[in-house]
């Protein structure tokens, strides 16, 4: 018998102005449906490959994460249709966990907390004795060791740097993961230990039924009453910077005067925009910043560009590349400015 099909939400037309007074209850919205429950059914499947007894819970929330004590994960609201995947990408410049490989990244990390939650591992001495105290206060921000060996690599800017909650979650990951062959790839790495106690540490609760059995949900969609725009006018604030100043020189060198052409050369402000999310995704990449710290600059760019009637009169894949740098160069040095100011 065919299976009746899936009703469409009332506000999938929606202009994103509309969807944005919307409240997050009034989606009505499930997690176990499309893409993000096909990956949810890809993470059973590797646990299942690893022998432990254990499937976490989901529920949507605004935000990935996984509760302290709690066996379950979190899901962001925008994974569960699409049209609600292009909102996210439209009002952030980033869709964190958009593609496959990045969502089963996510659910692997956050899979490390729920099975850590459900055996309350890190209270065994030989845990705190290889990754450190749980309960040490998370850091608002960090600079991590590009070149330690002491930690996997898996989320980017070298994440399980973060924290010791955060680096039990990190090895798991590498860990879990069908073909990783992590004792090869971290061969002669000391992190090589962590591993190697994850492995021991999973093959002894294989098959053991967890102690935590909560299926508690934390701070749900269905009880959230706030607009999809509060939400995001926060998010953004979390992201502001005071935007650094550009100057008109910085802009004539990347769009240097020359003939614009009949119409078939862009105005820089159009090219500009035309790679806005590229750029920023980019640049974000290769910083760790938010994809939001650059889009404030681009902005920026592309006001002062109109102004200017500057034109593309180069190579646009040349172009791009010297704007990344410039956003990058332009932003860490802001940052280094900003964060020594508040450590002094």
Known sequence: ??????????????????????????????????????????????LRLAKLNFRPHYWLSEEWFSPDGIPGIAIPFYLAHPR??????????????GTEEWCMQLLRHEAGHAIDSAFKLHRRHTWRRTFGSYGRSYPQSYVPNTRSKNYVLHLDWWYAQSHPAEDFAETFAVWLRPGSQWWKHYAGWPVLRKLEYVDGLMHSIAGRRPIVHSR?????????????????????????????????????????????????RPSAAVFLRRNQHELCELCSRGTGEHPYVFAQLVQEMIQRCRAMRLYLTRPAEDTRVDVAIFLTTHILTYMHRVRHRVAV
Do not use: C
């Open 1 to 46: 018998m065919p299976r009746p099909r899936r009703r469409r939400p009332f506000w999938a037309d929606w202009t994103d102005d509309e969807l944005l007074d919307l409240r997050f209850w009034d989606l009505g919205l499930r997690v176990g449906r499309g893409a993000i429950a096909r990956r949810m059914e890809r993470l059973h499947e590797e």
């Open 84 to 97: 609600l995947t292009r909102l996210e990408a439209q009002q952030m410049f980033e869709i964190e966990g």
């Open 216 to 264: 508690r949900h934390v701070e749900p969609l269905k009880h959230n009453r706030r607009t999809l725009r509060e939400h995001y006018e926060q998010k953004r604030r979390h992201y502001s910077i005071n935007v650094p100043e550009v100057y008109d020189s910085e802009l004539r060198r990347l769009f240097p005067q020359g003939v614009p052409g009949t119409g078939r």
